[in-house]
C-alpha cells in the first residue's frame, strides 16, 4: 500500500484533493492510504515521530512555515519521499527542484491533470520501492535506496551506512540481517564480517585495500585479493562494464 500525504491550509484544496484521490483510487483499482494536514509543521511533527509517506502533495504559500521550508525540514528525515508542490504560481519552481522535488503542479487541479500526474508519480514510487531498504536510523524510520548505498560497516551495536553523497546514517540491527534482506542483489558483497560493499561503487582493488569511489578505503581480509578481484571482474562483465580487446 502506498501512503500519500496532502498539506495544504486551504480545506476547499484538501477536500478536491481526497475527493480526486478517492475517484482515482476505485477507477485504477489502487492499494492508497491518505492523510491531509492544514499546517507544515503538523506534518513535520507526525514525520518527526515516525510516520512516513511515498508522496506528499505541498501547498508552496502556507503561513507559519511554507511548503518549501517544510520540504526541507522533511528530507532531514526521508530523502526518497516523493515531494510534489501544489501553488497558483511559477515563482517557486527553480527552487523546488533544489529539495529535490518530484513535480510542480500549478492549481487548479484538474481531474485530468490529476490521474496522469498519479499514474505517473505511482509507477516511480513502484520501482524505486523494488529497489530500497526501509532501516530504524536515530534520525527515524529512513528509506535508502540502494544504489545510493556505498557500502555499510559494523561499529559497535550499530550498522553505519555510507551514501554515495557523503551522508552516513547509523541504524539498529546486525550485519547478517542486512545480508538477508540484500539476498538476490548481486551488487552488494560482504567483505568480512565488518564490511559490506556495493560493487557498483568500487573504483579500485589492490591486495591489501579495497578503495571505494569516495576514495575510502577498506581492508581486504588476507587471502582475500584473488577472490574480490575475480568477483567484481565477474560482475562487471555481466554489466557490460569491462571489455576484452
Known amino acids: 500500500m502506498l501512503r500519500i500525504g496532502f498539506c495544504d491550509d486551504d480545506l476547499s484544496v484538501l477536500n478536491t484533493l481526497q475527493v480526486l484521490l478517492d475517484r482515482y483510487r476505485v477507477d485504477r483499482n489502487a492499494d492508497l492510504s491518505s492523510a491531509a494536514f492544514q499546517s507544515p509543521l503538523e506534518l513535520i511533527a507526525e514525520i518527526e515521530k515516525g510516520l512516513r509517506f511515498d508522496i506528499l502533495l505541498l501547498d508552496v504559500l502556507m503561513p507559519g512555515e511554507n511548503g518549501m521550508e517544510a520540504a526541507r525540514e522533511i528530507r532531514r528525515f526521508d530523502s526518497s519521499v516523493k515531494i510534489i508542490f501544489l501553488t497558483s504560481s511559477t515563482e517557486f519552481a527553480v527552487e523546488s527542484y533544489s529539495v529535490g522535488a518530484y513535480f510542480y503542479q500549478l492549481k487548479p487541479i484538474w481531474a485530468e491533470s490529476f490521474y496522469r500526474l498519479m499514474d505517473s508519480v505511482i509507477a516511480e514510487c513502484d520501482k524505486s520501492s523494488s529497489s530500497s531498504l526501509i532501516l530504524r536510523c536515530k534520525s527515524g524510520i529512513t528509506r535508502v535506496e540502494l544504489e545510493k548505498l556505498s557500502y555499510c560497516e559494523v561499529q559497535g551495536r550499530s550498522l553505519w551506512l555510507h551514501l554515495e553523497d557523503g551522508t552516513v546514517l547509523e541504524s539498529t540491527g546486525s550485519m547478517d540481517h542486512l545480508c538477508e534482506q540484500l539476498t538476490g542483489y548481486e551488487q552488494f558483497f560482504r567483505l568480512h564480517r565488518s564490511f559490506l560493499v556495493n560493487l557498483e561503487h568500487i573504483k579500485r582493488i589492490a591486495p591489501k585495500a579495497i ?33 576484452s580487446t
Open 211 to 243: 578503495t571505494m569511489t569516495d576514495d575510502t578505503e577498506l581492508p581486504l581480509p588476507r587471502g582475500k585479493y584473488t577472490e574480490v578481484k575475480d568477483l567484481y571482474l565477474e560482475y562487471a562483465f555481466r554489466r557490460k562494464q569491462v571489455f
